[in-house]
């Protein structure tokens, strides 16, 4: 990201502007397109919202389609959890930004290939975004996604016993979230640290915080089995142990939401190009940039 890559010897980076380490190459104003394209983006989080700029600035026509009612696809849950208020300054940035321009924005549109070829593209951009994961853990059923939780779907628990299964970046923001409800919190992921995606700096304020909030971390913890009584069985170095809590939230990550939709264009023969998490669930930052570029690209 912005200056964590230098601990890693790469260039600086931003999470909000995909130009930022391409001056070389880009010009300093986005060049119009040889050809104009009409171009549809099935997607309006932030990948969808940097295409529709990107490519709307390009001269191209752009229509924006969103299922919700509402733009910010995962900024609206990222938000939430404690310190990360932030965020909202990017999706206000986002969405202003796209208000400002002539681009045909159609919330609770739920786009399939039919609806699409009536509206007869030049080009796709499916920027759907990911879903959680759910793993084929017995008993996975008995817990609560953790986006469920910070879309306000769930109401979060309060003075209870939780155990967050998966200690990725979403995890533990989860977890500090439900520690300031007076929960009491612990935290189960199967590699040998918690939040592996996280820069530097953001890793160690993100530990300082769960040590104050006293949230209890289970490293090399591969959860098995989740009882109906909220039991959750795990394995620790070869040792199988039990604990039960009144409450357990899942965050096992992310997985791509795209498939259907490309599969039908592809056999449609359609143009289109896949961008951000749908593409690939990482970071705001790379969901910026695949916007950016493929609608450069386009």
Same mark, same amino acid.
């Given at each position: 990201?912005?200056?964590?890559?230098?601990?890693?010897?790469?260039?600086i980076?931003?999470?909000?502007?995909?130009?930022?380490?391409?001056?070389?190459?880009?010009?300093?104003?986005?060049?119009p397109?040889?050809?104009?394209?009409?171009?549809?983006?099935?997607?309006?989080?932030?990948?969808?919202?940097?295409?529709a700029?990107?490519?709307?600035?390009?001269?191209h026509?752009?229509?924006?389609?969103?299922?919700e009612?509402?733009?910010?696809?995962?900024?609206?849950i990222?938000?939430?959890p404690?310190h990360? =208020?932030?965020?909202?300054w990017?999706?206000?940035?986002?969405?202003?930004?796209?208000?400002?321009?002539?681009?045909?924005?159609?919330?609770?549109?739920?786009?399939?290939?039919?609806?699409?070829?009536?509206?007869n593209?030049?080009?796709?951009?499916?920027?759907?975004?990911?879903?959680?994961?759910?793993?084929p853990?017995?008993?996975?059923?008995?817990?609560?996604?953790?986006?469920?939780?910070?879309?306000?779907?769930?109401?979060?628990?309060?003075?209870?016993?939780?155990?967050?299964?998966?200690?990725?970046?979403?995890?533990?923001?989860?977890?500090?979230?439900?520690?300031? =409800?007076?929960?009491?919190?612990?935290?189960?992921?199967?590699?040998?640290?918690?939040?592996?995606?996280?820069?530097?700096?953001?890793?160690?304020?993100?530990?300082?915080?769960?040590?104050?909030?006293?949230?209890?971390?289970?490293?090399?913890?591969?959860?098995?089995?989740?009882?109906?009584?909220?039991?959750?069985?795990?394995?620790?170095?070869?040792?199988?142990?039990?604990?039960?809590?009144?409450?357990?939230v899942?965050?096992?990550?992310?997985?791509? =939401?795209?498939?259907?939709?490309?599969?039908? *264009?592809?056999?449609?023969h359609m143009?289109?190009?896949?961008?951000?998490?749908?593409?690939?669930?990482?970071?705001?930052q790379?969901?910026?940039?695949?916007?950016?570029?493929?609608? *450069?690209?386009?």
């Amino acid at each position: 990201g912005c200056y964590g890559n230098l601990a890693k010897s790469q260039s600086i980076q931003c999470v909000l502007n995909p130009e930022v380490s391409y001056e070389s190459i880009l010009s300093t104003t986005i060049a119009p397109a040889k050809e104009y394209k009409y171009v549809v983006i099935v997607g309006g989080g932030i990948a969808g919202m940097q295409a529709a700029i990107t490519a709307y600035d390009r001269g191209h026509k752009v229509t924006l389609l969103e299922a919700e009612n509402h733009l910010g696809g995962q900024l609206n849950i990222a938000s939430v959890p404690p310190h990360k =208020h932030y965020v909202n300054w990017a999706k206000e940035w986002f969405t202003s930004q796209v208000a400002k321009r002539d681009i045909d924005i159609r919330l609770g549109f739920k786009a399939d290939l039919r609806s699409i070829k009536l509206l007869n593209p030049d080009l796709v951009l499916v920027a759907t975004g990911s879903l959680p994961c759910t793993p084929p853990i017995p008993g996975i059923e008995n817990g609560v996604q953790s986006w469920d939780l910070l879309s306000g779907k769930i109401d979060i628990p309060k003075n209870k016993k939780v155990a967050v299964l998966g200690g990725g970046t979403v995890g533990c923001e989860t977890a500090e979230l439900l520690a300031t =409800h007076g929960n009491k919190v612990t935290i189960f992921e199967m590699l040998d640290q918690i939040a592996c995606g996280l820069e530097g700096a953001n890793m160690m304020d993100l530990f300082e915080v769960i040590k104050e909030m006293d949230i209890k971390v289970l490293i090399k913890s591969k959860v098995t089995q989740i009882s109906t009584d909220s039991v959750v069985t795990y394995e620790n170095e070869g040792e199988v142990k039990k604990d039960t809590f009144d409450f357990i939230v899942l965050a096992f990550g992310q997985k791509s =939401h795209c498939d259907e939709l490309t599969q039908a *264009l592809e056999y449609s023969h359609m143009d289109y190009r896949v961008i951000g998490d749908a593409a690939n669930p990482s970071n705001f930052q790379n969901a910026t940039s695949t916007a950016y570029f493929a609608a *450069l690209d386009a």
